[in-house]
């Protein structure tokens, strides 16, 4: 099963596709050390928004554009709104 | 314990820790070379048995029906947890809250923001149904349907106008709405149980032509009160934290 | 090729946790959180990637057309989902320790017991 090449409208020859992954996975990997490196609670937010998104290509180039379309709506929107928004509910000085 | 004692002894730890990782999965047959029948067998017999196109979707909702509603509870129970968490919160502290904007220049919102959120508003809860409802056909399906209809509340609120807010939101329809979500998807299970069939069992006519909008039965149906109960979700926990933060934009729209 | 992927989960793994070890900051160690658990993400899809496959999507491609596997991109889904909602429970709980404790540092909230 593993060696068979399709030849549909939507399939790119192996070895290219295997570059693509490679070079996903690399970028992945120094987004991941970014957004642990970086401490300003703000600029991490923003640094974790474009790991979403580099998460998402990877998804797509793994076949999966279901888990691509949660990952972007989620990790690109959804957490960065939350995050940002306990981010301003904990900044004034409490009584 | 300092911490750099604590950086240290975290290192040596996490080495080994990675290193029994790394051992462990250099067990698997490598990459590309998935050898599991049970994905095969799936694949094989999937669309001529749920006339779903999406295979995906179909093992969510039909194959592993179960698990999905041991998920969604997940989400059920951690909406309604933000929820009680928050809510203490808003009840203790009844300062009035325009007197905490006065001493800081919040910046008005910009009016490209207020419009460009505007325009979108529309284009994304369309997007976002169409997504809920077509989980049988394409890469689509109920979680990513209702999270994207989530997102066009939070664009709503972007647009500036925060009276709009409190009214598309107002708590009880959103409780109201996610627990008819919840309920709907086991109600279909136990329909299933009440026609003498196990739990979960597809048991709506299938349709005709295979990734067509009205088949697959039950499939399409689950996924469409998913897609609800995760936006309504997902609204209530955005809008628990909007009423926090927003008592003191007050002067801002 | 054959193990490349893996060592990027491995890795991510390890960042992801020394972040967490290392961190004053109680939403910095929450982000943290969610970049461990996307290495499980990435480990799910690659366990399941079949050389040459496309998507397990037959709406324009002819039925057994050979197609990655299917179920761990049914997991890593709703995966995805409920990781958002797990994290804004977590956040509500970091409120709820600022305002009682006043401070955000996870390494002064261990020395405050009782």
Redesign the interface.
């Known amino acids: 099963m593993n060696t068979l090449a399709v030849h549909t409208a939507y399939t790119v020859p192996v070895g290219m596709m295997a570059a693509l992954q490679i070079t996903l996975l690399v970028l992945v990997a120094v987004g991941a050390t970014a957004v642990v490196l970086i401490r300003a609670p703000v600029r991490q937010v923003l640094m974790l928004s474009i790991y979403g998104v580099l998460l998402a290509v990877l998804f797509l180039a793994f076949q999966a554009p279901d888990v691509t379309l949660s990952e972007l709506t989620i990790g690109a929107v959804l957490l960065p709104v939350v995050i940002l928004l306990t981010l301003a509910k904990v900044r004034k000085p409490e009584q | 314990m300092t911490p750099p004692q604590r950086r240290w002894i975290f290192l040596v730890a996490g080495a080994g820790l990675v290193a029994f990782y790394l051992w462990g999965l250099s067990g698997l047959p490598g990459f590309g070379n998935y050898p599991g029948p049970y994905g095969f067998v799936i694949l094989r017999v999937a669309v001529a048995q749920t006339n779903a196109t999406g295979v995906v979707s179909a093992i969510n909702f039909d194959y592993r029906g179960f698990d999905t509603v041991g998920e969604e509870f997940i989400l059920f129970v951690a909406a309604t947890g933000v929820a009680t968490v928050l809510r203490r919160l808003r009840g203790e502290r009844e300062r009035p809250a325009v007197d905490e904007a006065a001493d800081r220049d919040v910046p008005a919102t910009s009016s490209a923001v207020r419009m460009v959120a505007l325009l979108f508003t529309g284009p994304v809860v369309l997007a976002g149904w169409w997504l809920a409802s077509h989980a049988q056909t394409n890469p689509s399906g109920g979680f990513q349907g209702g999270v994207m209809l989530a997102t066009a509340f939070v664009l709503i609120y972007l647009s500036g106008e925060f009276l709009m807010v409190k009214r598309f939101n107002p708590a009880d329809l959103t409780d109201v709405v996610e627990a008819v979500g919840a309920g709907g998807f086991v109600a279909i299970g136990l329909a299933a149980v009440a026609m003498g069939l196990p739990y979960l069992k597809n048991f709506l006519p299938l349709g005709q032509v295979p990734g067509a909008v009205s088949s697959s039965g039950t499939i399409a149906l689950i996924s469409f009160f998913v897609g609800i109960e995760v936006a309504a979700a997902f609204i209530l926990i955005v809008g628990e934290l909007l009423e926090q933060t927003l008592l003191i934009r007050h002067g801002g729209s | 090729?054959?193990?490349?992927?893996?060592?990027?989960?491995?890795?991510?793994?390890?960042?992801?946790?020394?972040?967490v070890?290392?961190s004053?900051?109680l939403?910095?160690q929450?982000?943290?959180l969610?970049?461990v658990q996307?290495?499980t993400?990435?480990?799910l899809?690659?366990?399941?990637?079949?050389?040459?496959?496309?998507?397990?999507?037959?709406?324009d491609?002819p039925?057994?057309?050979?197609?990655?596997?299917?179920?761990?991109?049914?997991c890593?889904?709703?995966d995805?989902?409920?990781?958002?909602?797990?994290?804004?429970?977590l956040?509500?709980?970091?409120?709820?320790a600022?305002?009682r404790f006043?401070t955000?540092d996870p390494?002064e909230l261990a020395a405050l017991k009782g």
């Open positions: 090729m054959q193990v490349f992927p893996f060592v990027v989960v491995a890795w991510i793994l390890g960042v992801g946790l020394y972040g070890v290392t004053r900051h939403v910095h929450i982000v943290c969610i970049v996307s290495s993400y990435v480990l899809l690659g366990v399941g990637y079949v050389t040459g496959g496309v998507a397990p999507y037959f709406f491609v039925n057994h057309t050979p197609a990655v596997d299917p179920v761990v991109q049914a890593a889904l709703t995805v989902v409920v990781e958002a909602a797990v994290t804004a429970l956040l509500s709980f970091a409120i709820q600022y305002k006043g955000l390494q």
